[in-house]
């Protein structure tokens, strides 16, 4: 209905953007001059010393295809610019908005040019942005259900111990998105899969690039990490907990991935192979299939080794 903010998408969400738009050109590349004045970002300062950490300024590059990564040094933010205006997934904290403004401009598109945020996960490093970002470029907010409510709640409905500090400007979903939904927009399409566990509605994306004239499978994993203070195991906030985790597990590995990117720099190595893609290795140091197997494997056996912790500890001696 019409009215009802959270409509369900079919199976196949296409955004159709007029193609009079007068603000792009046909090839993709923004019409607006890159140096016109912004109108200033006042956003929600964060304090807490680890969180600074990874919001300093990081040099955006094109990663691979049309994926550009234009977040910040610890937190990611990844752009895929269109000829229909951009995709942006994972608008940081509040504070990361400004870093991402600068860098998409650095690269000359316009970040009013920005139709459609998606998102990995609705904590405050990864959606803190998002509330802002939507009023400043009119874009649309792409979520799954769960982690939609979790948006509107600004992080505060968490189930981890310790949501004190995870609170955010909360946000509207304007579309709910189910597991497979495809998302496409000037011929790009990222489908969706929920991974659940490190929250409700966790989301990794994958999409196909080109590299060297060769398709390359994308993987934007969404997390697996668990919280500190979360309890696999008779978890009254969350019971379906060890379940979801098992089964993103699963489905993690099943994707096909030739280029690991995540939402943590540290997840995939970001600085080193930024690094190496500057000074020109080849082939492009983000195709790294075994990087993704890796961080699979040790995310699997750190949740397996809490489980059994817990089930050992809950057994009757
Ligand atoms: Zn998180
Ligand atoms: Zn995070």
Redesign the pocket.
């Known amino acids: 209905m019409n009215h009802n903010p959270f409509r369900r998408c079919l199976a196949i969400v296409a955004v159709t953007v007029s193609t009079a738009t007068p603000t792009l050109a046909h090839d993709g590349a923004p019409s607006h001059s890159p140096t016109a004045p912004d109108p200033g970002i006042a956003a929600k300062p964060i304090t807490n010393a680890a969180f600074l950490s990874w919001n300093t300024p990081f040099k955006p590059f094109r990663v691979v295809g049309n994926i550009y990564y234009v977040g910040a040094s610890g937190v990611s933010s990844f752009l895929i610019p269109t000829p229909a205006g951009h995709i942006l997934i994972d608008t940081g904290f509040e504070m990361t908005v400004p870093l991402i403004r600068k860098n998409i401009t650095a690269l000359g598109y316009d970040f009013r040019d920005i139709k459609i945020l998606l998102s990995s996960?609705a904590?405050l490093?990864?959606t803190g942005g998002h509330a802002l970002m939507k009023r400043l470029t009119g874009a649309k907010i792409y979520i799954s259900e769960a982690d939609a409510a979790l948006l509107a709640a600004g992080g505060t409905n968490d189930f981890p111990p310790d949501v004190a500090e995870m609170g955010y400007t909360p946000a509207q979903a304007d579309h709910l998105l189910r597991d497979g939904d495809k998302v496409e927009l000037g011929g790009a399409t990222l489908t969706c899969h929920l991974t659940p566990g490190?929250?409700k509605g966790c989301t990794t994306w994958t999409m196909d690039a080109v590299d060297d004239g060769k398709t390359v499978h994308v993987v934007f994993f969404g997390?697996a990490?668990i919280?500190p203070g979360v309890r696999l195991l008779n978890n009254p906030k969350y019971p379906g907990i060890a379940r979801d985790y098992e089964t993103t597990f699963r489905k993690a590995k099943s994707l096909p991935c030739d280029v690991f990117l995540a939402?943590h720099a540290g997840f995939f190595q970001l600085p080193e192979k930024a690094e190496r893609l500057e000074r020109g290795d080849h082939p492009n140091p983000f195709i790294d299939p075994t990087l993704y197997r890796t961080f699979l494997e040790k995310a699997e056996n750190t949740f397996r080794t809490q489980l059994e912790q817990e089930r050992k500890a809950a057994a009757p001696r």
Request: overall charge negative; aromatic content about 0%; cysteine-free.
């Open positions: 996960h904590h490093d990864h490190h929250t997390s990490t919280l939402n």
